[in-house]
């Protein structure tokens, strides 16, 4: 049994869906499917939240659009009229219930986390039930079944839930005990769990990959696909290198740290828990479903050159904390981390020398996090500031730390091109090594990158 993580991107319209129901009548007997939403089905959702508490008015717009896109893909599925009444009657209590969540917000004037979580979470409602009847209209037995009724338990922390992986693969055992069925078609919604108080939880944007990967853990799947419109993952982002090459076998953590860095593949947590698992991860373009597409296992294979991909995110920031002897006096990064916590922020790493401690945040926290520090009492540190317009660029592979001269090859690569590295980061990973450029050299930082590792 395959566990299968379909997501938005395939899931554009009624054609691309079209395409991807038949592709599952074709091969997805006995196999799991995890879904996402419709494309941008999710961040209607969200922005909903902000405009139900602007306006009541806004409601059923929010609403309106929501069923507009949704029919226009059941038009598509589903030829034959009664069924498409049917699946659209049952759909509308579905819009019923969210309206009444958004009138709660614009009545209590307030969106809880809780309200906010169980609202993002009705994109994929809804794809599971459109898909399982489109299947079942072709003849195709399908059904779907909610995260909270086979009991896929969080740990109850809205907008970034993690599972419990040994309440979760229990429920799910005694679940399929009774229900699985090799014959059929399972969809079950992704991104969101339930914690032990009955909470609906988001596992984070784009979570539904780790939704997946707790579902193909929990149920001991032969491997986890994830079905993509793209690919794999790319020796460079596209975008930048239009003649980069796919990655055929990547190690899990060659996948995290691609994933972390932003390659928009996985969902960075995807890789936990079928690594603990031993389960591979395959990356299949559902265009060319019999390509190769990348392969994610414990082992990978080792290329000459070591480096597998070049990867960066502009989503960074720094805030610099200047004091004298922070290399020898004890508490002051324990009081800026726990402020920064308090205040909800995530830090993505820090480096430190002996004046200075530097920390990477999300550009969308620096302000916060700056203002949060700026508060603590009384001040252990001499000056700090901020600096946004930089990007962190990775070369990714496994064991690079080990093999000389590819550290010296990168910088020098980056140096010939004239760009100033910012900050380097080496040596917390096995498969990485990250610095940080100004945002405007990152295009000459990328392109000089790939072409001494990629362009023999
Ligand atoms: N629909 C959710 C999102 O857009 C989860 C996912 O697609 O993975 O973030
Ligand atoms: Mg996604």
Request: with cysteine; hydrophobic share 40%; charged share 20%.
């Amino acid at each position: 049994m395959k566990v299968i993580k379909i997501g938005g991107g395939c899931l554009k319209d009624g054609q691309a869906a079209n395409a991807i129901i038949e592709l599952i009548a074709k091969r997805g007997k006995g196999d799991i499917f995890v879904l996402s939403a419709f494309y941008g089905v999710t961040d209607i959702l969200i922005s909903g939240i902000a405009t139900a508490l602007e306006s009541e008015a806004n409601i059923p717009l929010t609403i309106n659009d929501l069923r507009t896109r949704h029919n226009h893909i059941i038009k598509v599925l589903i030829r034959e009229d009664t069924q498409k009444k049917q699946l659209s009657k049952g759909l509308g209590d579905v819009y019923k219930k969210l309206e009444r969540y958004y009138y709660g917000i614009n009545f209590t004037r307030e969106a809880t986390p809780r309200m906010q979580d169980m609202i993002a979470t009705f994109g994929e409602r809804i794809s599971a039930v459109i898909l399982s009847k489109a299947l079942a209209a072709r003849g195709v037995d399908a059904s779907y079944v909610l995260p909270e009724e086979l009991g896929m338990v969080s740990d109850g922390k809205f907008t970034d839930a993690s599972a419990d992986m040994d309440k979760t693969r229990k429920n799910l055992e005694s679940w399929m005990a009774d229900n699985y069925n090799s014959q059929s078609v399972l969809f079950i919604p992704g991104f969101y769990g339930v914690s032990e108080n009955g909470d609906i939880t988001t596992f984070g944007r784009g979570g539904s990959d780790y939704s997946a990967a707790v579902v193909a853990a929990a149920s001991g799947a032969e491997v986890l696909e994830i079905w993509k419109d793209t690919q794999g993952f790319m020796t460079a982002d596209p975008d930048n290198i239009s003649h980069c090459k796919l990655i055929p076998e990547l190690t899990y953590e060659e996948a995290a740290e691609l994933a972390y860095t932003g390659a928009g593949i996985l969902h960075p947590r995807t890789v936990e828990p079928v690594r603990k698992a031993g389960i591979n991860i395959a990356i299949k373009n559902t265009f060319h479903p019999d390509a190769r597409g990348s392969l994610i296992t414990q082992t990978g294979i080792t290329t000459p050159n070591i480096v597998k991909s070049v990867s960066y995110t502009t989503d960074v920031a720094v805030l610099k904390i200047h004091a004298s002897g922070v290399g020898a006096r004890y508490g002051i990064l324990s009081q800026i981390t726990e402020s920064l916590a308090k205040a909800g922020i995530n830090i993505k790493s820090v480096v430190t020398s002996q004046t200075c401690i530097s920390l990477l945040l999300s550009r969308k926290d620096i302000e916060k996090g700056y203002a949060s520090i700026e508060k603590i009492e009384p001040s252990p540190y001499r000056k700090a500031s901020v600096i946004t317009d930089v990007a962190l660029v990775s070369i990714v592979g496994e064991g690079l730390h080990l093999h000389r001269g590819i550290a010296a090859k990168c910088f020098t690569a980056v140096s010939n091109a004239n760009v100033n590295i910012e900050m380097i980061s080496f040596g917390t990973s096995n498969a990485a090594l990250y610095f940080l450029v100004q945002e405007r050299s990152l295009d000459r930082t990328i392109h000089a990158l790939h072409s001494i590792f990629f362009d023999d």
